[in-house]
């Protein structure tokens, strides 16, 4: 069964700290792994989709990075605006059900 | 101008009560979804159309029945209420035909539903 574990569930960065939130999953082939982006009382928000091992994006502070086992979003020097939950997910060759993270939920502090 | 919008956005009513939800997407895609976010914040999905015709149906309880009008529209209308149903109900839409190429999803602002 397709899975996907994020860690940490929370983490709180100063500003300029720079970290990365890490996306382990478990697909039956990989068709797509995806990051978006939450803020509190609203929809996700797409950032990437990544589709092979050994790709990266980058859009702003952040970069996604992709192995065949796991993701990273690296956040570089944040800011207080950087604050949201950050949800990955995966889409697997079997069937088309896109399969989401818990998320991280990031607080950057001024 | 709203891509993919919801109403209503709250929606407080009493156990064993019916209503609806409905998404409308301006975007032009042919897939919609219905998701469900619990206070875990899980998002699960619960259906999936393609241009008006149903091709993801999670196990959810007969009580939710999605019904889409034309390929813009996805509603979701929920029978007898249950506490267990409060949550947050996200719709979506993609562009591309699931069967082809990995899609990027577009979310609505949510619908939270509370039954008392």
């Known amino acids: 069964e397709d899975q996907v574990t994020q860690s940490p569930e929370a983490l709180r960065l100063q500003e300029g700290e720079s970290s990365s939130l890490n996306c382990s999953y478990t697909?039956?082939?990989?068709?797509?792994l995806f990051w978006y982006r939450q803020d509190p009382g609203k929809g996700p928000e797409f950032l990437f989709t990544?589709?092979?091992a050994g790709e990266e994006k980058e859009k702003e502070r952040l970069k996604a990075t992709l192995t065949k086992k796991e993701s990273f979003l690296h956040i570089t020097a944040p800011k207080p605006e950087d604050s949201a939950t950050y949800l990955c997910a995966v889409q697997g060759l079997q069937g088309f059900k896109t399969i989401f993270g818990a998320g991280t939920r990031l607080f950057v502090k001024a | 101008d709203t891509a993919v919008s919801q109403t209503p956005k709250y929606l407080v009513t009493q156990m064993g009560n019916d209503k609806s939800i409905k998404c409308e997407q301006n975007?032009?895609?042919?897939?919609m979804y219905w998701y469900k976010q619990d206070s875990k914040k899980f998002l699960k999905i619960m259906f999936s159309y393609n241009n008006k015709e149903l091709i993801i149906n999670e196990t959810v309880p007969n009580r939710f029945s999605p019904k889409s009008p034309d390929k813009a529209h996805l509603n979701l209308h929920i029978n007898s209420l249950e506490l267990g149903d409060s949550a947050v109900y996200f719709c979506a839409s993609s562009q591309e035909a699931l069967a082809i190429i990995q899609e990027t999803q577009y979310f609505g602002p949510g619908t939270r539903l509370l039954v008392l």
């Open positions: 697909v039956s082939g990989l068709r797509g």
């Open positions: 975007l032009g895609h042919d897939t």
């Open positions: 990544l589709y092979s």
